[in-house]
T-cell receptor, first 112, second 116 residues
C-alpha cells in the first residue's frame, strides 16, 4: 500500500534561512507527487506538482526515485511562508480525479 | 465561483447523536472526496465519488459512517451514532477537468466536529 511520511511535525527557521521540508514515500507504481499548503485561516491548496517541475513562491521539489523522496525546498524563507505543508501521493485516476494519500503534515514557522 | 462549500463550519454534539455534514462541490467537477483530519493521523481519505457514484469507500472507519451524493451539486457525510473519537475536521474536496491544474483538488474550509 502507498504511504507518505513527513518526519517533522514542526520546523522552525529564521527569516532568510534555507528551508527543507522532508517527504518520503512508498509506492509500488510510478508515483505522482504533490505539495499542498494550508495558510492560517485559509483552505488547503495545491502548491506544486512534481510532474510540472515548477517553482511556486520560490519553492521547488525534486522527485528522487532512488531515495523515494520529494523534499520541498526554498533558499530563503519569508515570514509569509509560515503554514502547514502536506506532501501527497496520487495513485492516479483517469480523467480529472486524483485519489491522494497525504502525509501527516509539517508546520513551518518562520521567525524574524 | 465560491469554491467548495461545506456546512456546518462547526458542530458540537453529544455522544450518540446523529451528525450530518454537507458539501457543495465546484460546478462542473465530477470527482468529490471526503477527508478527515486529526492531529495523530493527518488527512485520511474516507470516500470518493465520480459522477455521483461512490467509487472507493475503503477509508470509511465503520458502519456508523455513511456518505451519499444524490446529485452533482450536493453530498452528505453522516455519522450515526457519533462517538468522541469521531472528533476531527472533515474536509470535502472536488476536482475535474474544468479549471485548475490537472488533478488539482479544491478543498472546502472544513467542518470541525466535536463530540462530547
Amino acid at each position: 500500500a502507498q504511504r507518505v511520511t513527513q518526519p517533522e511535525k514542526l520546523l522552525s527557521v529564521f527569516k532568510g534561512a534555507p528551508v527543507e521540508l522532508k517527504c518520503n514515500y512508498s509506492y509500488s507504481g510510478s508515483p505522482e507527487l504533490f505539495w499542498y499548503v494550508q495558510y492560517s485561516r485559509q483552505r488547503l491548496q495545491l502548491l506544486l506538482r512534481h510532474i510540472s517541475r515548477e517553482s511556486i513562491k520560490g519553492f521547488t521539489a525534486d522527485l528522487n526515485k532512488g531515495e523515494t523522496s520529494f523534499h520541498l525546498k526554498k533558499p530563503f524563507a519569508q515570514e509569509e511562508d509560515s503554514a502547514m505543508y502536506y506532501c501527497a501521493l496520487s495513485e492516479g485516476i483517469t480523467g480529472g480525479g486524483n485519489k491522494l494519500t497525504f502525509g501527516t503534515g509539517t508546520q513551518l514557522k518562520v521567525e524574524l | 465561483d465560491a469554491g467548495v462549500i461545506q456546512s456546518p463550519r462547526h458542530e458540537v454534539t453529544e455522544m450518540g447523536q446523529e451528525v450530518t455534514l454537507r458539501c457543495k462541490p465546484i460546478s462542473g467537477h465530477d470527482y468529490l472526496f471526503w477527508y478527515r483530519q486529526t492531529m495523530m493521523r493527518g488527512l485520511e481519505l474516507l470516500i470518493y465519488f465520480n459522477n455521483n457514484v461512490p467509487i472507493d469507500d475503503s477509508g470509511m472507519p465503520e458502519d456508523r459512517f455513511s456518505a451519499k451524493m444524490p446529485n452533482a451539486s450536493f453530498s452528505t457525510l453522516k455519522i450515526q451514532p457519533s462517538e468522541p473519537r469521531d472528533s476531527a475536521v472533515y474536509f470535502c474536496a472536488s476536482s475535474g477537468l474544468a479549471g485548475g491544474r490537472i488533478g488539482e483538488l479544491f478543498f472546502g474550509e472544513g467542518s470541525r466536529l466535536t463530540v462530547l
